[in-house]
């Protein structure tokens, strides 16, 4: 498989899940509209009114905003399953007392008054 094929077949797939992104908040944002044509019916004469109406620009910056929000979701939870317990593993984990002491050490060489001193 060549690079330039790679290359057109990556593209390819992202731009479809680019229009399948795009048709589902577009489905997404009709579903609101009709939601609320429905409890405008339903409530009959109290006539509520939204707060916010969107423009056509509106409406299309909300659903960039939502696909970057949700994108930016979907890859810190697969970094955190890639990552996660590398993560943990070196900034989590207990500390010794060797390393406890080091520390001690360190910082009773450093001279430091008694506030910026680390609670140890």
Do not use: C
Not at 17 to 23: G, I, K, L, P, S
Not at 55 to 65: E, I
Not at 69 to 94: C, H, M
Not at 98 to 110: D, M, N, Q, T, Y
Request: aromatic letters at 10%; hydrophobic letters at 45%.
């Amino acid at each position: 498989m060549s690079i330039e094929s790679y290359l057109h077949s990556l593209n390819t797939t992202l731009q479809t899940f680019a229009e399948q992104v795009q048709y589902f908040t577009g489905v997404a944002l009709q579903s609101v509209v009709h939601f609320r044509t429905e409890f405008d019916t339903l409530t009959g004469d109290l006539q509520w009114q939204s707060p916010v109406e969107f423009t056509a620009l509106q409406a299309t910056l909300l659903k960039v905003l939502l696909v970057l929000l949700l994108g930016t979701g979907v890859l810190i939870a697969w970094s955190w399953s890639v990552y996660g317990q590398v993560i943990t593993e070196k900034f989590v984990r207990p500390s010794t007392l060797k390393e406890i002491e080091e520390l001690k050490l360190s910082v009773a060489k450093l001279k430091l008054p008694k506030e910026h001193s680390p609670r140890i």
